[in-house]
């Protein structure tokens, strides 16, 4: 729902035997035919696909290990197709039966119906935002002449498609305002297609350009720079490995066999590149990447007549992103010698490090975002794990300290060079986004469009503690519930978590991975949300001390934060669910895994499950920066010690609900296709095991809400059922 791009490193994821070729009987299957222990009317839980076990195995440095699903990887396969149509049988023929699962939806579609809105970005004589009705799948793009006048649609992904399932992704306006140049996605793929709306007639180009993945635009005159991998191969394109990434620039109006290739590098076929350019167009920035962190930074003068690009940064270790440029000097945020950052003056003319002046020094508090406007600097800083805006000039002396209007999180800044106000969105566990204007002279805050929704904000509270995890470290968690709430050891309770990939898990309302947090606060639920190790909240030291070696922290940060919950007498045991998306599926898979007594609920969503094998599709061999990687007789020792998929034994587990999306090629579902069937392999608990597979669905952006409504409401209806809970009825009416 936002208008400003962002640097794309961050990649910082029934039963049926009949019609079953997949599912034929094997001595090693197993058959589940029990019941819930519960207060309300016991489910049958129905008998799993009885999944053949195939004898492949491998030999990583001299281990032996067993890939017994081996044949779930090609999830394009009928064979497959028919295993995922028998899984999702089974998994709704159980949710669909719990009794209040209907009422959870209702619930859900009223907390969604609201108008939400993206802080304006001012394009020419417009101000150009996103707005979403409530429940329309995809958000629609909109312009006004002026604050205060009547709104246009400039552009409706609802269009797309008829079911929601194409999706817009990343937008660019040209310098002059006249083009919008914007990607789109199909069933939830990281791929992309370019097209190029003329924003003077509203009318669509003939411009297509494709195969492009993580990918900036950067417009330059009447033609923009993208990257893009080369085509992949027939049955490839969800699963094949991406590699021999490019630069491309293509002119508006013309085929894209005519796009002029700008940069390539063969002999680092796994590296990839993305391009910005200053506001002036004087310089060209060249960014080159090989996994989720560090970067390599060149840049062009284009009007030089010399085709190539200068180096400032060649190594590919810290993190260098470009803000703008001052005349010759490049404005650039960086971690080097920084784990919290700092800003850095790089002057074109002597790039070399040792000339480097800093403007804006490293402090306690991590800086997440820099923009300039209005002819200063606006940092988005992190502090404790929620955000804080300051102001500074262009000398880098504090103007002043902008008062948000609560602990919460701060999105998408926007404004111009030479405009004196600026907006952004902000949100917390308890209050969903708003737009707020921004004095720049005088850093106060003003409200500017806040959302009317069905859920009393003021009856809720978020507060931060601290625990101690395994090794000593204190690690802060924030609990929201509602006001008053008796603690007596036995509320239902979701904890959250991430862990990885620098990325910071911040106070916010309504995105998709904590679409359940109202939910269980109005259900005198708690929601807490732990932010371990390995994340960006602390700068790069709190990320590394949760990687490769180190990456079992972030399992014993997140297993000392549900056991604080259960000592505090939040909740026990029987009331307490685990959730994690991507890497936070890993994370759920892992804790579930080693600590299988601690919950009674864990929900592995899009998980990277197979630690031996993830870098083997798409993107995966990215991640090897955060993971460590198998070829490495080390790494491999500590990867498949926590491998969720080859730790499951022989005992009981949590109530498992496993998601995914049968058009995910970031983490390709065959993660959680392998990990599922081990585990109803395993299982000896009463407990349903079960997977629900999202169909023309990938990892999670482009996801339309229809579909956002219908996985939360399974998983909170899995989740309630299990805990023998029924939710709070005279808060679902109507």
Not at 1 to 23: D, E, N, R, V, W
Request: glycine share 8%; with cysteine.
């Amino acid at each position: 729902m936002y208008l400003k791009t962002i640097k794309i490193i961050s990649i910082s994821l029934g039963f049926c035997l009949c019609l079953l070729t997949c599912t034929q009987p094997a001595n090693n299957s197993k058959k589940v035919s029990k019941t819930i222990a519960s207060t309300m009317t016991n489910i049958e839980v129905p008998e799993y696909p009885l999944t053949k076990r195939g004898d492949l195995v491998e030999d990583y440095h001299g281990t032996k290990v067993l890939d017994a699903y081996r044949w779930l990887e090609d999830d394009r396969s009928t064979e497959t197709g028919n295993w995922v149509k028998a899984q999702n049988k089974a998994t709704y023929g159980f949710i669909d039966r719990i009794p209040f699962r209907q009422k959870i939806q209702d619930r859900l579609e009223k907390l969604w119906s609201y108008e939400r809105y993206s802080a304006p970005v001012k394009k020419k004589d417009y101000y150009y935002f996103f707005k979403n009705d409530g429940l329309q799948n995809q958000d629609v793009l909109y312009r006004q002449k002026g604050l205060e006048a009547a709104p246009e649609i400039v552009l409706d992904p609802n269009k797309f498609s008829s079911d929601g399932t194409t999706s817009l992704g990343g937008i660019k306006f040209s310098k002059d305002g006249k083009y919008l140049a914007y990607e789109v996605s199909e069933g939830g793929s990281d791929w992309q297609t370019i097209k190029v709306l003329d924003l003077e007639t509203k009318k669509q180009g003939p411009d297509e350009v494709k195969w492009v993945k993580f990918s900036e635009i950067a417009w330059q005159g009447n033609g923009f720079y993208y990257s893009r991998y080369p085509a992949p191969k027939k049955g490839e394109k969800l699963k094949g490995e991406n590699q021999n990434h490019a630069i491309y620039f293509h002119e508006v109006g013309s085929s894209q066999a005519e796009d002029k290739p700008i940069y390539f590098d063969r002999s680092n076929p796994d590296r990839g590149f993305y391009t910005s350019i200053t506001q002036d167009e004087k310089y060209l920035l060249l960014g080159a990447w090989e996994s989720t962190s560090g970067n390599a930074l060149y840049y062009k003068e284009l009007e030089s007549k010399k085709d190539e690009f200068i180096p400032i940064v060649d190594e590919i270790k810290d993190d260098f992103t470009f803000i703008d440029n001052l005349g010759s000097k490049l404005l650039v945020l960086t971690n080097n010698n920084a784990p919290n950052k700092r800003i850095v003056l790089i002057d074109t003319k002597k790039p070399q490090e040792k000339n480097w002046t800093d403007l804006i020094p490293e402090s306690k508090h991590v800086i997440q975002s820099v923009d300039v406007l209005g002819g200063k600097l606006v940092l988005n800083y992190l502090e404790n794990a929620s955000n804080q805006i300051k102001i500074y000039d262009m000398e880098g002396k504090v103007l002043s300290n902008v008062k948000l209007p609560e602990i919460g999180k701060v999105q998408n800044v926007t404004g111009t060079k030479e405009d004196s106000n600026a907006f952004f969105a902000f949100e917390s566990f308890t209050k969903p986004l708003s737009i707020y204007k921004l004095d720049l002279e005088t850093g106060k805050v003003n409200l500017h469009k806040a959302p009317k929704i069905d859920f009393d904000s003021n009856k809720f509270e978020t507060k931060q503690v601290w625990f101690t995890s395994k090794d000593g470290t204190k690690i802060p968690m924030f609990i929201s519930h509602k006001k008053g709430l008796e603690l007596d050891g036995n509320r239902p309770t979701l904890i959250y978590g991430y862990g990885g990939f620098d990325i910071s898990i911040l106070p916010g309302f309504n995105t998709t991975r904590l679409s359940l947090a109202p939910f269980m606060m109005e259900n005198d639920g708690v929601f807490a949300v732990a932010n371990i190790r390995g994340g960006g909240e602390f700068g790069s030291d709190w990320h590394k001390a949760g990687t490769k070696s180190k990456k079992q922290n972030v399992f014993n940060d997140f297993i000392a934060a549900s056991e604080y919950l259960i000592k505090e007498n939040y909740t026990s045991s029987e009331k307490l669910a685990a959730y994690g998306r991507s890497n936070g599926g890993l994370l759920i898979g892992a804790v579930m895994t080693q600590r299988p007594d601690l919950y009674k609920v864990a929900l592995p969503a899009v998980g990277v499950l197979d630690m031996l094998r993830y870098e083997k599709f798409t993107i995966g061999w990215a991640w090897a920066s955060d993971y460590g990687s198998n070829a490495n007789a080390e790494d491999f020792k500590y990867l498949h010690a926590y491998s969720p998929l080859h730790n499951i034994e022989k005992q009981a587990y949590p109530a498992t609900l496993v998601t995914t999306g049968d058009h995910d090629d970031r983490v390709v579902p065959a993660h959680s296709f392998k990990f599922i069937s081990e585990l109803q392999h395993q299982h000896t608990g009463e407990t349903p095991v079960m997977i629900r597979v999202a169909i023309d669905a990938g990892h999670g952006a482009g996801k339309s809400t229809k579909e956002k409504i219908n996985e939360a409401s399974d998983i909170l209806s899995f989740m309630f059922y299990n805990f023998g809970e029924t939710p709070v009825v005279d808060k679902m009416k109507g």
